[in-house]
């Protein structure tokens, strides 16, 4: 079992506001990245650190953290945001890494 | 940044496998690297990452043992060698970038290849 927990699936409606979550004991001390795969593409990171996004990636895209639980909210989600979406952070050691299981966010 | 991943194939179980991960534009020997797997249909699972000296190393509880990751600077290449294959190590493997200070550090996998597909059949 993963030591990061997600969600399997998310719905949102078309402009609507989501957000995906990961739980782990590492997220106390630990940022969680957030990964965006879409079909047959490679995963592409999307959110890092305290809320810090990669160039290209959309400001919709934001992260918080509260104790064991690290979120990203896509404000005003896009049909091309549709993909499973991976956190990943430390596992039971710092040297040690995992992912979450993953979320399908579905935009309808 | 590129990277670009080579190595897999069809394998019988029990054989060995050794993928490469070829990178560019960046200064290869200052960045921890890093491998992911995806069994189809299925979600990444962390393999195993190497220092840009390439003396420290750590692998996922699934693979220890049994994996190997290593490094060539002067090639600017990343190396898996997989041993005794079984059919669960089926799944695209992917390399990634991560950052200077690794384990140490709070960077992400900030490049990814786009993978090679392993897979384990009789």
């Known amino acids: 079992s993963s030591e990061l927990t997600q969600d399997p699936g998310v719905t949102v409606a078309l402009g609507q506001t989501v957000s995906i979550t990961c739980q782990g004991d590492s997220l106390r001390s630990y940022y969680a990245s957030w990964y965006q795969q879409k079909p047959g593409q490679a995963p592409v990171l999307v959110l890092y650190?305290?809320?810090n996004r990669p160039s290209g990636i959309p400001d919709r895209f934001s992260g918080s953290s509260s104790g064991n639980t690290s979120s990203l909210t896509i404000t005003g989600a896009q049909a091309e945001d549709e993909a499973a979406y991976y956190c990943?952070?430390?596992?039971?050691?710092?040297?040690?890494?995992?992912f979450g299981g993953g979320t399908k966010l579905t935009v309808l | 940044v590129q990277l670009v991943e080579s190595g897999g194939g069809l394998v019988k179980p029990g054989g060995s496998l050794r993928l490469s991960c070829a990178a560019s534009?960046?200064?290869?020997?200052?960045?921890?690297m890093t491998w992911i797997r995806q069994a189809p249909g299925k979600g990444l699972e962390w393999v195993g990452y190497i220092s840009g000296d390439g003396n420290t190393l750590a692998y996922g509880d699934s693979v220890k043992g049994r994996l190997t990751v290593s490094r060539d600077n002067a090639k600017n290449s990343l190396y898996l060698q997989i041993n005794s294959l079984r059919a669960e190590d089926t799944a695209l493997y992917y390399c990634?970038?991560?950052?200077?200070?690794?384990?140490?550090?709070?960077?992400?996998?900030?490049?990814w290849g786009q993978g090679t597909l392993v897979a384990v059949s009789s």
């Open positions: 534009g960046f200064s290869f020997s200052d960045y921890y």
């Open positions: 990943q952070s430390r596992g039971r050691s710092i040297n040690h890494l995992v």
């Open positions: 650190g305290r809320n």
């Open positions: 990634a970038r991560w950052g200077p200070r690794g384990y140490s550090g709070y960077d992400p996998f900030d490049y």
